[in-house]
T-cell receptor
């Protein structure tokens, strides 16, 4: 069955430190992968997506993610975290068997210490 | 651009009451989705509509019905609300194509007493 796993429920980092949020997926075909961010009281906003080609993709707000097929992973990274990055982050995979549906991970809540 | 608009933003219901959550998008997207978000469970798909005139069940459809009124609007109805349906509900829409992301509304926070 298709699934997305975000193993870290909460992560705390200091402002200026580097960040890596983990995402593992289970999907038999070529995955179409997304990272979204959700600020409190808001909907989800797209950070970046992987469709094909270069396995390192750049997104908004200085985020990047690397697709590793051998590890079934699509980890999100940022070299230097800002206090405004505190939010919840969701990884998602698009399933294309039949109609298109998105499967979301359970999210990672990021706390940033000043 | 308004994007995806959900109404209402907040609602409190009593058990057994009915309610319709409204969603409209102005991006001419074909596909629309309803999710619920509960702590520690991420987003779970309730119903979706791949195109105008079609609707399909998602992961957690029980207790809900939907109507794709036209290309713009996709409503979610709770016929007899239960406390287990207390949640935050998100509507999303997607353009045609494999690499298209979902566009989300700001959510409806629903409490059922």
């Amino acid at each position: 069955a298709q699934s997305v796993t975000q193993p870290d429920i909460h992560i705390t980092v200091s402002e200026g430190a580097s960040l890596e949020l983990r995402c593992n997926y289970s999907y038999g075909a070529t995955p179409y992968l997304f990272w979204y961010v959700q600020s409190p009281g808001q909907g989800l906003q797209l950070l970046l997506k992987y469709f094909s080609g270069d396995t390192l993709v750049q997104g908004i707000k200085g985020f990047e993610a690397e697709f590793k097929r051998s590890q079934s992973s699509f980890n999100l990274r940022k070299p230097s975290v800002h206090w405004s990055d505190a939010a919840e982050y969701f990884c998602a995979v698009l399933t294309t068997s039949g109609t298109y549906k998105y499967i979301f991970g359970t999210g990672t809540r990021l706390k940033v210490l000043a | 651009n308004a994007g995806v608009t959900q109404t209402p933003k907040f609602q409190v219901l009593k058990t057994g009451q009915s309610m319709t959550l409204q969603c409209a998008q102005d991006m001419n997207h074909n596909s629309m989705y309803w999710y619920r978000q509960d702590p520690g469970m991420g987003l779970r798909l309730i119903y979706y509509s791949a195109s105008e005139g079609t609707t399909d069940k998602g992961e957690v459809p029980n207790g809900y019905n939907v109507s794709r009124l036209n290309k713009r609007e996709f409503s979610l109805r709770l016929e007899s609300a239960a406390p287990s349906q207390t949640s935050v509900y998100f509507c999303a829409s997607t353009d045609r194509g494999l690499n298209q992301p979902q566009h989300f509304g700001d959510g409806t926070r629903l409490s059922i007493l």
